[in-house]
Nanobody, 123 residues
Framework: QVQLMESGGGLVQPGGSLRLSCAASGSILSIKAMGWYRQAPGKQRELVAVITASGSTNYADPVKGRFTISRDNAKNTVYLEMNSLKPEDTAVYYC?????????????????WGQGTQVTVSS
């Protein structure tokens, strides 16, 4: 079984910063892409940023230049550094990971989600 554990959300004033972390644990052979999504009240879940196993990144337009995604493969952890936060960044942020489990001769890939962490940007 695999679990994603998120941390780092909270309340911050506009212009402030937060750092989210998401650690994967359990039966893991390897992790492909890892990413962050967010869902604001009344809206659909949307991609924020994604990072491949080799470190290539992609960002949603609203967060480009403000957010930075990174990962520590030795710790099976992905981070999201959020700067210059705006009220419209308020949402529940979810971690996602494409994880390969099983054995080298009998493996399978599955998409896992974290439980979500609330980020609120307000004065």
């Amino acid at each position: 079984q695999v679990q994603l554990m998120e941390s780092g959300g909270g309340l911050v004033q506009p212009g402030g910063s937060l750092r989210l972390s998401c650690a994967a644990s359990g039966s893991i052979l390897s992790i492909k892409a890892m990413g962050w999504y967010r869902q604001a009240p009344g809206k659909q879940r949307e991609l924020v940023a994604v990072i491949t196993a080799s470190g290539s990144t992609n960002y949603a337009d609203p967060v480009k230049g403000r957010f930075t995604i990174s990962r520590d493969n030795a710790k099976n952890t992905v981070y999201l550094e959020m700067n210059s936060l705006k009220p419209e960044d308020t949402a529940v942020y979810y971690c996602n990971a494409q994880i390969v489990s099983g054995s080298v001769y009998d493996y399978y890939e599955y998409d896992y989600w974290g439980q979500g962490t609330q980020v609120t940007v307000s004065s």
